[in-house]
């Protein structure tokens, strides 16, 4: 959704377009932009009450994994895996909450169950919620059968506290293949979402290394991954959102990108051999992601191998 930033100016027709695109889904603030400049039909009219636009259906694409958007204008999609934490996600819905900012949630159905009332406040405050399966198994390693648990019940957890199912799900380490990506779409409706900004937040466990690491990295379009367990990460928060609205992002839920999603930047380089030498990096329109943003998306293709999983430390997360 909207920064509080874009929602302070009200004078020029980019803002209101961008709150209107911006809509589905919050009906909190968008509206004052509204019919600001002169509408004489619209200021003579009654004022019946508009039915107010259903939130647009969104339709990820299929057969696809998400790791970064290719739109139109500064916008870019934070979230928060692992959770949800009684202790850190409360105070990082706080700082969302005084920021304007919604954000997508990929939690763990063991922590859903143990924690019902913070998913709530998650889900009540308009924020998106996916699903990260049960207990963050790689999914590439386990039965099929292990899988359907995984995720049957991580997405029943979650309906059963929100009434909603998730759409999304982020494979644990990102681990994924295309046919077992393909079973999970089909038979749980579930759209694969990686990221294209990684802190390494639950490695360094340092607010500053957090903070530098998004801000190098961050571009439009981007999926920012972190965790709302730590409390270094949720801690590197405020300045981090700040400094971002400050360089002119807004920020959108993975379902609000999806829908302003053009096309997959894969096949947007794809295209370009035989045209321009820049491609995806032409996109960025202010900030200047020029070198972070060839890293990143890089680094969800290789799920780290054999030895990666036993170094996230605790099983559980
Ligand atoms: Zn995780």
């Known amino acids: 959704m909207l920064t509080s930033a874009s929602a302070v100016r009200d004078d020029g027709p980019a803002t209101t377009q961008s709150i209107s ?21 619209q200021a003579e009219a009654v004022a019946p009450a508009p039915a107010p636009a259903p939130p647009p259906v969104v339709t990820p694409r299929k057969n696809y994994t998400y790791k970064s958007f290719n739109v139109d204008g500064n916008y870019i999609a934070m979230t928060f895996d ?13 700082m969302l909450k005084e920021r304007g900012i919604k ?13 019902p009332e913070v998913l709530k406040m998650i889900a009540d405050e308009g924020h998106e919620i996916g699903s990260h399966s049960w207990s963050h198994p790689q999914l590439t390693r386990i039965s099929q059968a292990a899988v359907d ?12 506290v929100t009434g909603k199912r998730p759409m999304y799900l982020r494979p644990p380490y990102g681990s994924m293949k295309p046919a077992l990506r393909t079973y999970i779409e089909d038979k749980f409706g579930l759209t694969i979402v990686n990221w294209s900004v990684d802190p390494n937040d639950w490695k360094f466990r ?9 801000m190098a990295q961050a571009a439009p379009g981007a999926i920012v991954l972190s965790h709302d367990i730590y409390p270094t990460t949720v801690a590197a928060m405020p300045r981090i959102l700040d400094e971002l609205i400050a360089k002119g992002y807004k920020f959108g839920t993975l379902s609000d990108l999806v829908a302003m999603d053009k096309s997959p930047k894969v096949q947007l380089v794809a295209a370009l051999p035989n045209g321009k030498p820049q491609q995806a990096q032409q996109k960025p329109q202010k900030p200047k992601p ?21 170094q996230r430390a605790g099983g559980v997360y």
């Open 206 to 214: 340092d607010s500053q290394k957090v903070h530098d690491a998004i």
């Open 149 to 160: 648990k995984e995720l049957g019940n991580t997405s029943e957890a979650i309906f059963q």
């Open 103 to 115: 954000a997508t949630f990929f939690v763990l159905g063991n922590m859903v169950a143990k924690h």
């Open 82 to 94: 692992d959770g949800p934490s009684p202790e850190t996600t409360p105070q990082l819905l706080t």
């Open 290 to 310: 020029a070198t972070a943003s060839a890293k990143p998306d890089a680094k969800p293709a290789k799920p780290a191998a054999s030895a990666a999983p036993p």
């Open 21 to 41: 695109q911006n809509a589905p889904g919050g009906q909190g603030k968008g509206a004052p932009g509204k019919g600001a400049p002169g509408n004489a039909a």
